[in-house]
């Protein structure tokens, strides 16, 4: 009787495993490697990871913007946004608004607000003035500062004429950001006096 042969069984390979970059569909890997640049946080580097970012792949910068993410995709959405602000077209400003008043995480609200206060265009301080009123202190310190950033790029008036234009919440501490502003010199002064007590009192 013939000896029966053992016959090794081949497994199948799951759907998941990768055989090689070849397998990857383009759109996954267009995102991957797009995601690569915007991951480069070195000061020294991000504009040259920038300036690789061609207009072709904008559209994808803005999806990246507002897909939620954890982690280190946190930090890609942050570069995201700080790319769209630094271009400052309308379409990318309005970008910006959405996610500065809508997005569930502070920290994506925050960087929203930081980008337009960088634009430099007056009528971003009415969302501005909004945040600046927020409970969460994230969102209202980075309002603050973006105001302040705003009134050194659009000029003092031109924004104190949008605070006075928009809602009433908000207004009082938008005007003690601009009246710093507006005087540097008189509100570091102010602070240093505050800080150091006088020598009478303390006898």
């Known amino acids: 009787m013939a ?8 497994l199948r390979k799951r759907p998941s495993t990768l055989v090689g970059l070849g397998s990857v569909p383009a759109a996954i890997k267009a995102r991957a490697d797009l995601e690569q640049l915007l991951r480069v946080h ?12 061609k ?6 910068v803005r999806r990246i913007a507002l897909d939620p993410a954890e982690g280190e995709g946190m930090v890609v959405r942050k570069h995201a946004i700080a790319l769209l602000a630094s ?18 995480e502070p920290a ?31 969102e209202a310190t ?10 050194q790029k659009a000029g003092i008036a031109a924004v104190r004429a ?11 501490r938008a005007a003690a950001v601009l009246e710093k502003a507006a005087n540097p010199v008189e509100a570091k ?10 020598p009478k009192t303390q006898r």
Do not use: H
């Open 3 to 10: 000896e029966k042969k053992y016959i090794e069984p081949v």
């Open 42 to 53: 070195d000061p020294e580097l991000v504009e040259e990871a920038r300036s690789r970012i």
């Open 55 to 60: 207009a072709d792949q904008l559209p994808l």
């Open 87 to 104: 271009l400052g077209a309308n379409e990318d400003l309005n970008l910006l608004s959405e996610l500065a008043r809508f997005d569930a």
């Open 108 to 138: 994506i609200r925050a960087e929203a607000l930081t980008g337009l206060g960088r634009s430099g265009v007056a009528m971003a301080a009415g969302i501005l003035v909004e945040a600046i009123a927020s409970n969460d202190m994230v």
């Open 142 to 151: 980075a309002a603050s500062k973006a105001l302040a950033v705003l009134a």
């Open 162 to 172: 949008q605070v006075e234009a928009g809602p009433a919440r908000g207004k009082k």
């Open 189 to 198: 002064a102010a602070k240093r006096s505050v800080s150091r007590p006088d």
